[in-house]
T-cell receptor, first 114, second 110 residues
Framework: ETGVTQTPRHLVMGMTNKKSLKCEQH?????MYWYKQSAKKPLELMFV???????ENNSVPSRFSPECPNSSHLFLHLHTLQPEDSALYLC?????????????FGPGTRLTVT | SQELEQSPQSLIVQEGKNLTINCTSS?????LYWYKQKYGEGLIFLMM?????EEKSHEKITAKLDEKKQQSSLHITASQPSHAGIYLC??????????FGQGTELSVKP
């Protein structure tokens, strides 16, 4: 238990569906992150929020839309996904967006796009 | 762009044996993190190394950072089945983006 929770843990969706992933941290952190982990590939940083402001978008397709209503919650809205988007989506948080602070990860959402 | 290369990619050891995992960067390292991941789950933070020559230990796991070699090593002494999992190194590149190695999968045979 790292203090970062993610729901749902597993999600199967069709290419025309719209769904959302939720992340919540109970650590009092100010930075939150979305990562994508595909088989046989390094972990890929998708989005970064620092003090509720999006500070990084690493060329992520617009079918992924993040939302950070407050420092404790982070969402990833999904629509018209492709099968290649199937992956483990990990949320993380840190005290601030700085290399001085380690990140704490949630358990991930296993997404399958059919 | 900066990359992190981990070696070996996978490792099978007998319980009680020592082992070392390496993480080599293609460019200057500004600190390095080690994480452990059970298959299909989130990453567990192990250690953070910020200065060249720094060495940290947690239980039977020791990590070192060699800035000149742009490399970090993770050493496990007297391995146990509980050490099994995927070990990932991560570092911030010059642009401040956190990047990860591809992971080293460790299996420990009882």
């Amino acid at each position: 238990e790292t203090g970062v929770t993610q729901t749902p843990r597993h999600l199967v969706m069709g290419m025309t569906n719209k769904k959302s992933l939720k992340c919540e941290q109970h650590l009092g952190h100010n930075a939150m992150y979305w990562y994508k982990q595909s088989a046989k590939k390094p972990l890929e940083l998708m989005f970064v929020y620092n003090f509720k402001e999006q500070t990084e978008n690493n060329s992520v397709p617009s079918r992924f839309s993040p939302e950070c209503p407050n420092s404790s919650h982070l969402f990833l809205h999904l629509h018209t996904l492709q099968p290649e988007d199937s992956a483990l989506y990990l949320c993380a948080s840190s005290r601030e967006r700085s290399r001085s602070y380690e990140q704490y990860f949630g358990p991930g959402t296993r997404l399958t796009v059919t | 762009s900066q990359e992190l290369e981990q070696s070996p990619q996978s490792l099978i050891v007998q319980e009680g044996k020592n082992l070392t995992i390496n993480c080599t960067s293609s460019k200057t390292l500004y600190g390095l993190y080690w994480y452990k991941q059970k298959y299909g789950e989130g990453l567990i933070f192990l250690m953070m190394l910020q200065k060249g020559g720094e060495e940290k230990s947690h239980e039977k796991i020791t990590a070192k950072l060699d800035e000149k070699k742009q490399q970090s090593s993770l050493h496990i002494t007297a391995s146990q089945p509980s050490h099994a999992g995927i070990y990932l190194c991560g570092a911030e590149n010059q642009g401040g983006k956190l990047i990860f190695g591809q992971g080293t999968e460790l299996s420990v045979k009882p």
